[in-house]
């Protein structure tokens, strides 16, 4: 069974950074693709970014609204998925979610979130 823990939140002041990370505990950590996702009070879930799997060059794709100021990356070694936010607007305010997914298996994972509040 693969659980995800998200860890990383916290409060930061506008222009500041973050980096957020999840824990990817269980099998097949190579096999899945990685996203991460975020929810503002009242807004859907929106994604944000993603790193594909090994098996697709672990290619990533960055969301328009954060595009020049997050990065995704992982480490293989560590088992995690990382999100590094730059230049942080109080519009990133949000509760950042991380997922991994196989859709040919079917299998579809959520970690519990981790709130960023960008604020002065």
């Known amino acids: 069974q693969v659980q995800l823990v998200e860890s990383g939140g916290g409060t930061v002041q506008p222009g500041g950074s973050l980096r957020l990370s999840c824990t990817f505990s269980?099998?097949?950590?190579?096999?899945?693709?990685l996203y991460w996702y975020r929810q503002a009070p009242g807004n859907k879930r929106e994604w944000v970014a993603s790193?594909?799997?090994?098996?697709?060059?672990?290619?990533?794709n960055i969301s328009d609204s954060v595009k020049g100021r997050f990065t995704i990356s992982k480490d293989l070694a560590k088992n995690t998925v990382n999100l590094q936010m730059s230049s942080l607007k109080p519009e990133d305010t949000a509760v950042y979610f991380c997922?991994?997914?196989?859709?040919?298996?079917?299998?579809?994972?959520w970690g519990q979130g981790t709130l960023v509040t960008v604020s002065s």
């Open positions: 997922n991994a997914r196989h859709d040919a298996l079917r299998r579809y994972y």
């Open positions: 269980g099998n097949s950590f190579r096999i899945y693709d």
């Open positions: 790193i594909a799997s090994e098996f697709k060059n672990a290619e990533t």
